[in-house]
């Protein structure tokens, strides 16, 4: 074959993302050229229609290009970013347990997608939460228990294609059992094979026998699986156990191969030929590295390695042969559905009715819900999770305002309180004084500065967005989430409308 059809075999494989909320020159160039995907962010979402306008004109260069884009309807979502999600996430979900709602919720949010023209999601999460010391998981994962993540993995997935979207189960074999965030650093999983098969790869067992059209793998080093190379890179985890014994038959798709955890090790056009020749299909890239320079970077690296030897001609024509079928099925799906106009802006109203379900009360709650009066709430922020997106809004403060006027809030970081000696509590004064924490287990600091304010206010409430493992005060709330969904729930029930 010669090094002009390698190279449009070598962009078939490619998702890059990039900057703009149109699409670029460079990208309609390489759609006629043979690229099979893209793949969008928030930095391309302004509202529904320009996402709609922007998916049309991708498709009038190729019409069955895939569109994709990482949205978890939780705290990780990209076409509501400037908002909040109107969705619960997965752990709302898992804390509700009715997979005839997830699946109700995932239906909802296809048939959105699918109106704004995206035909591949990087959702579900199919990771079990197994370590609640997890930094990048949490709340995006449906629960600690196996057995109920893979019930909800399958609902979610049955919900999202009936729309015609292609899931995505991630992040294969399993990233809940990690210390470590995988975009700054390769996590090790020290599980036994029979711990694995019962934690870690039962909800991708169900994915898969329920037809997930696509898996992403992990940046992982499982060594009771490989103890050499990550998951990404390698063919006993997705050839051996993903392909032969689970029997999976679609497209196996990269975390984004710009991440440190493989990149850093193995260089970002090294980790892109590895992942091919280990057995991936398609190469995510663009959340960091989104110009043509880094596609053509990696097409060219490809290319190399099919001319040097490195990565068999074969290999790579098989990878781009299941994104095509990948494309087929995508292009199946949308045959007969209406062409539904972009939703406006304003929200989920299954979503709400989800996240008010999944709002769970600690304590005494007599004589202090509802809250007697407006506010004071004060948001103890923890570090930026990369996943999620700084652009993502979030807190109790603003629709508690919307319920109770003259609710103020202040949010506080760690070195917010080190330099302010008077504590969290200044601001109440004789008000009701609610203290809203995300993982409240996972960061020190937070915890000394929730127990001082408790100290001080025995009567405030605590509201916690992220993980519910540590509960503390009289009277704590737990939404399970951050999204705009969740803190709206958790306001009405603060506020006693509902």
């Given at each position: 074959?010669?090094?002009?059809?390698?190279?449009?075999?070598?962009?078939?494989?490619?998702?890059?993302?990039?900057?703009?909320?149109?699409?670029?020159?460079?990208?309609?160039?390489?759609?006629?050229?043979?690229?099979?995907?893209?793949?969008?962010?928030?930095?391309?979402?302004?509202?529904?229609?320009?996402?709609?306008?922007?998916?049309?004109?991708?498709?009038?260069?190729?019409?069955?290009?895939?569109?994709?884009?990482?949205?978890?309807?939780?705290?990780?979502?990209?076409?509501?970013?400037?908002?909040?999600?109107?969705?619960?996430?997965?752990?709302?979900?898992?804390?509700?347990?009715?997979?005839?709602?997830?699946?109700?919720?995932?239906?909802?949010?296809?048939?959105?997608?699918?109106?704004?023209?995206?035909?591949?999601?990087?959702?579900?999460?199919?990771?079990?939460?197994?370590?609640?010391?997890?930094?990048?998981?949490?709340?995006?994962?449906?629960?600690?228990?196996?057995?109920?993540?893979?019930?909800?993995?399958?609902?979610?997935?049955?919900?999202?294609?009936?729309?015609?979207?292609?899931?995505?189960?991630?992040?294969?074999?399993?990233?809940?059992?990690?210390?470590?965030?995988?975009?700054?650093?390769?996590?090790?999983?020290?599980?036994?094979?029979?711990?694995?098969?019962?934690?870690?790869?039962?909800?991708?067992?169900?994915?898969?026998?329920?037809?997930?059209?696509?898996?992403m793998t992990g940046h992982l080093l499982v060594p009771a699986l490989d103890p050499d190379l990550p998951a990404t890179l390698s063919r006993r985890i997705l050839g051996d156990l993903l392909r032969d014994?689970?029997?999976?038959?679609?497209?196996?798709?990269?975390?984004?191969?710009?991440?440190?955890?493989?990149?850093?090790?193995?260089?970002?056009?090294?980790?892109?030929?590895?992942?091919?020749?280990?057995?991936?299909?398609?190469?995510?890239?663009?959340?960091?590295?989104?110009?043509?320079?880094?596609?053509?970077?990696?097409?060219?690296?490809?290319?190399?390695?099919?001319?040097?030897?490195?990565?068999?001609?074969?290999?790579?024509?098989?990878?781009?042969?299941?994104?095509?079928?990948?494309?087929?099925?995508?292009?199946?799906?949308?045959?007969?559905?209406?062409?539904?106009?972009?939703?406006?802006?304003?929200?989920?109203?299954?979503?709400?009715?989800?996240?008010?379900?999944?709002?769970?009360?600690?304590?005494?709650?007599?004589?202090?819900?509802?809250?007697?009066?407006?506010?004071?709430?004060?948001?103890?922020?923890?570090?930026?999770?990369?996943?999620?997106?700084?652009?993502?809004?979030?807190?109790?403060?603003?629709?508690?305002?919307?319920?109770?006027?003259?609710?103020?809030?202040?949010?506080?970081?760690?070195?917010?309180?080190?330099?302010?000696?008077?504590?969290?509590?200044?601001?109440?004064?004789?008000?009701?004084?609610?203290?809203?924490?995300?993982?409240?287990?996972?960061?020190?600091?937070?915890?000394?500065?929730?127990?001082?304010?408790?100290?001080?206010?025995?009567?405030?409430?605590?509201?916690?967005?992220?993980?519910?493992?540590?509960?503390?005060?009289?009277?704590?709330?737990?939404?399970?989430?951050?999204?705009?969904?969740?803190?709206?729930?958790?306001?009405?029930?603060?506020?006693?409308?509902?």
């Amino acid at each position: 074959m010669n090094e002009r059809n390698l190279a449009g075999l070598a962009a078939t494989v490619l998702q890059p993302g990039f900057v703009g909320t149109a699409p670029p020159d460079w990208v309609r160039r390489w759609l006629a050229d043979g690229l099979g995907a893209v793949v969008l962010f928030a930095r391309n979402v302004v509202d529904p229609e320009q996402v709609a306008a922007l998916t049309a004109t991708l498709r009038a260069e190729r019409p069955d290009v895939l569109v994709a884009i990482d949205e978890e309807a939780g705290d990780v979502t990209r076409i509501e970013s400037g908002l909040g999600s109107s969705r619960p996430g997965n752990l709302a979900l898992g804390a509700v347990d009715d997979p005839a709602l997830t699946e109700e919720v995932a239906r909802d949010l296809g048939d959105e997608l699918a109106a704004l023209g995206v035909t591949l999601n990087y959702a579900p999460d199919a990771d079990v939460n197994i370590n609640p010391a997890n930094p990048v998981i949490g709340v995006r994962s449906f629960g600690a228990d196996p057995h109920l993540v893979a019930r909800h993995t399958v609902a979610w997935v049955r919900g999202l294609q009936s729309a015609g979207v292609a899931a995505c189960a991630k992040h294969f074999p399993g990233h809940g059992d990690t210390r470590v965030d995988s975009h700054h650093d390769l996590p090790r999983i020290e599980a036994s094979r029979g711990r694995l098969d019962s934690g870690e790869l039962v909800p991708f067992r169900a994915a898969v026998a329920a037809g997930v059209q696509a898996v992403m793998t992990g940046h992982l080093l499982v060594p009771a699986l490989d103890p050499d190379l990550p998951a990404t890179l390698s063919r006993r985890i997705l050839g051996d156990l993903l392909r032969d014994e689970l029997g999976f038959s679609g497209v196996v798709v990269t975390d984004a191969v710009e991440m440190r955890a493989v990149a850093d090790r193995y260089g970002f056009a090294g980790t892109a030929v590895r992942a091919l020749v280990a057995g991936a299909d398609a190469i995510c890239v663009g959340g960091e590295r989104a110009d043509e320079a880094a596609a053509r970077y990696l097409r060219d690296a490809i290319v190399a390695a099919v001319l040097s030897g490195e990565l068999p001609e074969e290999r790579l024509a098989e990878a781009a042969k299941r994104v095509g079928q990948l494309a087929e099925w995508s292009t199946a799906a949308r045959v007969g559905r209406p062409a539904d106009a972009p939703r406006p802006v304003g929200g989920s109203p299954v979503g709400l009715t989800a996240a008010r379900r999944a709002v769970r009360v600690s304590g005494d709650a007599t004589g202090r819900l509802p809250l007697t009066g407006a506010a004071h709430v004060v948001e103890f922020a923890p570090p930026h999770n990369i996943a999620i997106g700084a652009e993502t809004p979030w807190g109790l403060g603003a629709p508690l305002a919307d319920l109770l006027p003259g609710t103020t809030t202040v949010r506080l970081a760690e070195a917010d309180l080190s330099a302010d000696p008077g504590g969290p509590t200044g601001g109440a004064g004789g008000r009701p004084l609610v203290l809203v924490v995300r993982d409240l287990h996972r960061h020190g600091w937070m915890r000394t500065a929730v127990d001082r304010a408790l100290a001080a206010r025995p009567d405030a409430v605590v509201v916690e967005l992220g993980v519910p493992e540590l509960v503390t005060g009289r009277l704590h709330l737990a939404t399970h989430g951050a999204t705009r969904a969740a803190t709206r729930a958790a306001a009405e029930l603060l506020a006693g409308i509902r």
